[in-house]
């Protein structure tokens, strides 16, 4: 289990400039046991919040409650009150009790190269009704009441990776169930950023390679939603270009999927990444994000689509509404696939894969960005990086199992846009790495 949080901590965005997250660092397991929440009135706008809860605003309480978070997700505050709780990665935590959800990043101070994460306290945070499109707000802060000790780690330089595999031939002289090529026009290895911040935490050429689950025989053998009986559901390839938006794109496509299957196809909607990148206050623009929390924002604020709000792959002021009257796009019970970070496996994710595509996150590799086609299985020893992409359903050839995934790096990359990669192996962790999608609100 602990291998494969080290992993997940280390997701960043491929295509960008800078990490994909805040660059706090705290494992889950220093989360559970008893937090003192100290609180606000819950009478702000959602507006008056953004501007009052902002990160590191003061908070000046006027109510206080104590809730014991236990193991994977139970939680049950001083009055009996029992709800549920989940770490979002190694950032923050989400609660959901009493009515009102809460949702606040944990606490980190920058000293030079060297990161201290403060993880038994939290920064500033939002709370407000366990609802579709909440009115009342708060904000809050929660401090562990035991002592935690704080996580400390340094910044490490990039690594070089010039003594790694570089060109198709190299790489196709090693791998027989996939092909790569060096004729792309788009040079997405010189977009990579490099695995800077958690490099001396994954151990070389290793994966954390869960158990096999037993699959559900009654479950279909083969699930492709781009084809169901003729019937594609899953909106065109994008490209997300040189922002580290990968986790938008993926969200937002997964939404525009099921939005679909819901619809039977009579609702078509493109959904906004740029509405996203810009203006949700759970995510870190073009530096990155995570796709629960893009879930989360669109529960809490509704996502605008492509054409009111066009993506132009860059850190842009916020505009709230860029089509003033246009009806916002809620999702609802967003979910983590085995229903916690850690609790996914070939089993659960196939099982939701039965209902709709969902957000795949995976480590990139080095030979990973000149693959053409066929089943990808990693011959590179290099990390370079992490990816958020949309699985769209899952099959087997010659006896190897197999995910579909669709990429957010145009229809000219891969397989028209999609990739293959090995299933049942937790390859490059695919399998383990936080698995989530939402329900459309139609």
């Not at 010039?162 to 791998?175: D, F, H, M, P, Q």
């Not at 935490?201 to 037993?214: F, G, M, R, S, V």
């Not at 969200?251 to 949700?280: G, Y």
Request: charge should be neutral.
């Amino acid at each position: 289990m602990k291998k494969v949080l080290i992993l997940i901590v280390a997701v960043i965005c491929l295509v960008g400039y800078s990490l994909c997250d805040l660059p706090v660092h705290c494992m889950p397991d220093k989360t559970p046991g008893e937090w003192s929440f100290q609180l606000t009135e819950q009478n702000l706008s959602k507006e008056q919040a953004l501007e009052k809860c902002q990160l590191k605003a003061p908070l000046t309480p006027s109510r206080k409650f104590t809730v014991t978070l236990s193991t994977p997700t139970l939680a049950k505050d001083e009055s009996g009150n029992e709800g549920n709780w989940h770490n979002v990665y190694d950032q923050g935590f989400e609660l959901v009790i009493g009515g009102n959800k809460y949702f606040a990043f944990f606490e980190y101070a920058e000293q030079g190269r060297t990161i201290v994460s403060k993880c038994g306290n939290t920064f500033t945070g939002l709370y407000h009704e366990a609802a579709v499109g909440p009115k009342k707000w708060g904000c809050y802060k929660a401090t562990k009441t035991s002592k935690v000790e704080p996580s400390v780690f340094s910044i490490n330089e990039p690594v070089s990776a010039s003594n790694e595999i570089v060109t198709a031939n190299e790489i196709n002289k090693l791998a027989d169930t996939w092909t790569a090529t060096d004729e792309y026009t788009e040079d997405y290895e010189s977009k990579l950023v490099p695995l800077r911040r958690f490099k001396a935490l994954i151990p070389d050429n290793k994966l954390a390679i869960p158990i096999p689950a037993a699959i559900n025989k009654d479950l279909p053998s083969t699930v492709d939603w781009r084809n169901v009986s003729g019937v594609n559901y899953v909106s065109p390839v994008r490209n997300q270009a040189s922002c580290g938006s990968c986790f938008s794109f993926a969200s937002t496509a997964a939404l525009e999927a099921r939005i679909n299957i819901a619809s039977k196809n009579t609702k078509h909607v493109v959904l906004s990444p740029q509405d996203i990148v810009s203006c949700s206050p759970y995510s870190q623009g073009c530096n990155g994000g995570f796709p629960y929390l893009v879930f989360k924002y669109g529960e809490d604020f509704g996502l605008q689509t492509e054409e009111c709000y066009t993506y132009e792959a860059a850190d842009t002021k916020c505009t709230k509404d860029k089509c003033p009257g246009n009806k916002r796009n809620y999702v609802t019970d967003y979910q983590y696939i085995g229903g916690y970070v850690g609790g996914s496996n070939e089993q659960n994710i196939m099982e939701a894969l039965t209902h709709g595509p969902v957000v795949l996150n995976f480590l990139v590799y080095a030979d990973f960005t000149r693959y053409r086609g066929g089943i990808y299985i990693r011959k590179s020893t290099v990390i370079k990086g992490g990816h958020s992409v949309l699985g769209v359903g899952y099959g087997e050839e010659n006896g190897q199992k197999y995910w579909i995934v669709k990429n957010s790096w145009g229809g000219d990359w891969g397989e028209n846009g999609f990739f293959k990669i090995r299933r049942g192996a937790d390859e490059a962790g695919i399998e383990s790495m936080g698995p989530s999608f939402a329900t459309p609100v139609i």
